[in-house]
């Protein structure tokens, strides 16, 4: 039994992968991973069996960490951790080591992510929200509003993936700025020194689902009054290296392997470019077209999620058939917004974004 079927990576039916996590990650990322699946390094082992405190595991979680740090060029106070729990946890996990009981955090409402986290974060504390779009069903992205000064922090969501709206600009505020990065992470430049924690699930544009992403400034960390779980606390994973537990192994891998995939795209400031071209392509085809229409606010439109409807509602199953028959994968809508929701993230080569734009006019034509 061949074991390693080559054909079955290689000439597997071509799908494009447009869903919106997890997610498409770079081909050569699959291909690696897989081998070392069977063989890992030529060391006899699967990835899958080694011990995590190996050297060849430590190695793997340094360069993890480390690629991090450099791609987004972060100073001597920021920490990189690789968590469990996905990016719901830090829901919690931020207020739990950042917010005391008689303390107000300051949050933006800009979509169901935001909500969950405004939720978690009122069990550890006060929230504030500062501003909402949910009026609008979350189309735009708030922008005249005051964060009080006296908030323990001010926590966005970068990048709204069900809604499909994105902050172009980060709001300037004097306390701490938290961020979920879930969506937009890796996809353009921000000025990353300047928050005080990312946070960020893998599945939608750094690796496979079961780890996150976090960035935390150590200053702000050892204010809270509450006793914090070990597992829950910052702390403890910064002195253990980001190995207090076991870490998940095979997840990290693979963002290891997105993330020098991403170095050898020169980095950030190059996959941005790329982004903003695929992102501007495909809105102007929406634009263009008199069957389809973009459904967040122009200047607020995420470069990541694409969301438009049909303005034909009942040819919108027929639309996802074309499409699904054509071999482009993922582009339902989220089940609370419907339509459709095409993400072009990272991984997904400028070549996908024109071919789906060539099946969206076929259909137009044909409708
Ligand atoms: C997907 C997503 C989440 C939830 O991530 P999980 O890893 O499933 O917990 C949170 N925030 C944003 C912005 C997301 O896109």
């Not at 928050?195 to 200053?219: C, D, E, H, R, S």
């Not at 071919?355 to 259909?363: A, L, S």
């Amino acid at each position: 039994m061949n074991l390693v079927n080559d054909d079955v990576i290689t000439e597997k039916k071509f799908v494009h992968n447009f869903n919106g996590g997890p997610s498409i990650l770079p081909k050569t990322v699959f291909e690696q991973a897989s081998r070392s699946v069977l063989n890992y390094n030529n060391t006899g082992l699967s990835i899958l069996e080694m011990g995590h405190r190996t050297k060849d595991f430590q190695s793997i979680m340094e360069e993890a960490r480390a690629l991090v740090r450099e791609l987004m060029n972060l100073d001597d106070e920021h920490e990189v951790l690789f968590l469990h729990g996905g990016a719901s946890t830090q829901f919690m996990q931020v207020p739990m080591n950042l917010l005391n009981e008689n303390e107000t955090a300051a949050y933006a409402d800009t979509g169901v992510w935001s909500a969950k986290a405004i939720k978690e974060a009122k069990l550890f504390g006060n929230v504030d929200v500062v501003c909402t779009s949910k009026e609008s069903n979350y189309n735009f992205i708030p922008k005249n509003f005051a964060v009080p000064n006296d908030s323990k922090y001010f926590h966005i969501t970068t990048n709204n993936t069900i809604y499909g709206t994105q902050w172009q600009s980060i709001p300037a505020v004097s306390i701490p700025l938290v961020a979920d990065m879930s969506s937009d992470i890796f996809s353009r430049q921000r000025d990353f020194n300047s928050f005080a924690l990312i946070y960020a699930g893998a599945q939608k544009n750094m690796g496979p689902a079961g780890v996150n992403l976090v960035v935390v400034k150590k200053n702000i960390l050892g204010k809270v009054k509450r006793a914090l779980p070990t597992i829950m606390d910052y702390r403890n994973h910064i002195k253990e290296g980001s190995m207090l537990n076991t870490p998940p192994v095979f997840a990290v891998y693979v963002c290891m392997l997105t993330l020098q995939w991403l170095k050898q795209q020169e980095g950030i400031e190059a996959i941005e470019k790329v982004n903003n071209q695929k992102a501007e392509m495909l809105y102007q085809a929406i634009d263009n077209s008199a069957l389809f229409k973009a459904t967040a606010v122009k200047e607020d439109r995420s470069k990541m999620n694409v969301c438009f409807i049909i303005k034909d509602i009942s040819l919108e199953k027929k639309f996802l058939n074309f499409a699904e028959q054509n071999n482009i994968y993922g582009i339902k809508g989220h089940r609370t917004v419907g339509g459709f929701r095409a993400s072009i993230y990272n991984a997904l080569p400028v070549s996908s974004v024109e071919y789906f734009i060539d099946v969206m006019k076929e259909f137009e034509k044909n409708h």
